[in-house]
């Protein structure tokens, strides 16, 4: 075979590939322009330069890995939380507003478990009121303590937690720690080694040195005491959620949540649903007797992660906000609203709603800022108020609607929380709790200053072209 005919050869195999490529993305990529970018990219950059980006970078390889997992059992979900029953719409209380009934259905389609009533819900400010109960809930456990956490830092704090956690394994508790892979590697020395060598059953979950996987970490925050007692929310474990001590150069103000009832039984299952696929076991779940009621909240959880057919999470909060009725208030540190949430704020400002948003001033994340500040403008002039609060960084997120609804969890307003991480969430029907994170919210606006419209078009031309470019790169932030 001449060059003449081998150069021809490699140009029609470019072009069948080019063209192979071309059809997959027409195929495979929901968004209209998304597809339309990558079938010319594939089809003009040639020979096949374009196809090679295409399935280096436009392949979504997270979502597919992650349904491989779950086909192949790596995800079993629980069923225990089933055994109490989903309950009836009937059974929610009729001062919960005129929305209750299509917020609930919505849920009911998205999330793993039923609703559940009988739960009190304690809102923890900060690691000064958080790590206390937390601690004591460990040092109190009979049975079990299970701990999943994003970071674990091994500073006074996770010292303290380490000894707890170790002192409770020795007096015969089922002890079980799960850290994030990429996580784990903020703080050294690592905590997987004190765990472990403290005598405590710990798993890393996806570590890096099975792979660099940037996504797909595990963001979740849980502990679980003898499945009866759990908390959630945004905290992880370590000094920086000590929001109190002025010297702390590193504080970050959030909020963190004790569950006291049913809804613990559902933070049991997601754990050990966890703990399965990070160490291969499958031990049966240890609490089988029915949860006592401990309260008037109705709570469900919902879990999110890329091994799900859709975005869970991102549907229930679109389906909260179409519900409400008077008020929407969102509080969240990263804020990167893709169109089908930009769409329901706005539609809920036009109907008459009243929709606020609090973001932090003070970002640890700037790029995130900034295309926060390329986007905004779409609310804003709907008259949707935006707040920025001071330092120190806010990582508090919560969503509430009118005066009966909150969602709280670990998961933030961006895409890498509503597709690309494993999250959990908590919703609860429960003017008690909504009433009081709105306090938390009136008093947060109070010291917040609010942007405008003229503000956000007054930018410099070097500042909107900086957001601009951020704004790019929001499917990746």
């Not at 590193?250 to 990070?278: I, K, N, S, Y």
């Not at 400002?349 to 995130?368: C, F, H, K, M």
């Not at 508090?396 to 609607?401: P, R, V, W």
Request: proline share 5%.
């Amino acid at each position: 075979m001449t060059g003449e005919h081998l150069s021809a050869l490699l140009l029609g195999f470019a072009g069948l590939f080019s063209l192979f490529s071309a059809g997959h993305a027409l195929l495979n990529k929901r968004d209209p322009r998304s597809a339309l970018g990558w079938v010319a990219l594939c089809l003009l950059l040639h020979p096949a330069v374009g196809a090679l980006l295409y399935w280096g970078f436009g392949v979504n390889r997270i979502r597919t890995r992650a349904m491989k997992w779950q086909r192949r059992g790596r995800w079993a979900p629980s069923q225990s939380a089933r055994a109490g029953g989903r309950i009836g719409n009937e059974a929610m209380p009729q001062a919960l507003g005129a929305g209750i009934a299509t917020l609930v259905a919505v849920s009911d389609r998205v999330a793993q478990w039923p609703v559940v009533g009988g739960n009190r819900v304690t809102m923890l400010q900060n690691g000064e009121a958080a790590y206390p109960a937390m601690l004591a809930s460990i040092r109190s456990a009979r049975q079990s303590v299970y701990l999943c956490t994003y970071i674990f830092d091994t500073d006074v704090t996770g010292k303290s937690f380490i000894d707890a956690l170790a002192a409770a394994a020795q007096r015969g508790c089922d002890v079980r720690a799960l850290v994030d892979g990429l996580g784990a590697l903020y703080s050294f020395p690592r905590a997987l080694g004190r765990l472990r060598a403290a005598g405590i059953p710990a798993a890393s979950f996806l570590p890096m040195s099975k792979g660099i996987h940037i996504n797909l970490r595990n963001h979740r925050k849980l502990l679980i005491a003898d499945g009866a007692t759990a908390y959630t929310g945004g905290m992880n474990i370590g000094d920086r959620h000590l929001a109190a001590q002025d010297a702390n150069r590193h504080r970050v103000a959030d909020l963190h949540f004790e569950f006291q009832g049913p809804a613990a039984r559902q933070m049991t299952d997601v754990f050990l649903d966890d703990w399965r696929f990070a160490t291969g076991d499958s031990t049966p779940h240890p609490h089988s007797h029915p949860v006592e009621a401990m309260g008037d909240a109705y709570c469900r959880g919902i879990t999110d992660g890329p091994n799900h057919d859709f975005e869970k999470l991102q549907w229930a909060i679109i389906g909260a906000i179409s519900a409400a009725r008077r008020r929407v208030r969102i509080m969240t540190p990263y804020f990167l609203p893709e169109a089908p949430l930009i769409s329901a704020l706005v539609a809920a400002a036009l109907r008459g709603v009243d929709v606020e948003i609090v973001l932090p001033r003070q970002n640890n994340l700037p790029y995130v800022a900034w295309a926060t500040q390329a986007l905004v403008w779409q609310l804003l002039m709907h008259d949707i108020r935006i707040y920025y609060q001071p330092p120190p960084f806010a990582h508090t997120k919560y969503l509430l609607i009118d005066a009966y609804y909150a969602l709280i969890g670990s998961a933030n307003l961006d895409p890498r929380s509503l597709r690309l991480n494993f999250e959990f969430n908590v919703e609860i029907y429960d003017p008690a709790v909504a009433a009081e994170l709105g306090q938390h919210f009136e008093q947060t606006c109070a010291r917040s200053k609010r942007t405008t419209l003229a503000q956000v078009d007054g930018r410099s031309l070097p500042v909107k072209l900086r957001d601009a470019t951020a704004k790019l790169f929001v499917p990746y932030l």
